[in-house]
């Protein structure tokens, strides 16, 4: 039973089909379909990202909390000027 035209195939009669194959050949199938169902879901190009620029404005930090920020990065090490 072939059929050339996929719109006249139903996705029930696909799955009976398939049903009726070996392991082998369920898997062999698979092989074969997975590829482009991957393809036709993977997104196209790169991920969207959303720009951090700006996300703080507005936002005051107190002089001693950039202190203890830098106190922790830096250690021991003198700031600059100093």
């Known amino acids: 039973m072939s059929r050339m035209d996929h719109e006249g195939i139903r996705f029930e ?11 082998a050949d369920k ?3 698979l ?9 036709a879901l993977r997104p196209e190009g790169p991920p969207k990202t959303r720009s951090l620029r700006g996300i703080l404005k507005g936002y ?3 002089d001693e909390v950039i202190a203890q920020a830098r106190q922790a990065m830096w250690g021991r090490l003198e700031e600059p000027g100093s």
């Open 13 to 23: 009669e696909v799955l009976a089909l398939a049903k009726q194959l070996s392991p």
């Open 31 to 39: 092989q074969q379909v997975l590829p482009d169902l991957e393809a």
């Open 60 to 62: 005051h930090f107190p």
């Open 27 to 29: 898997l062999r199938l």
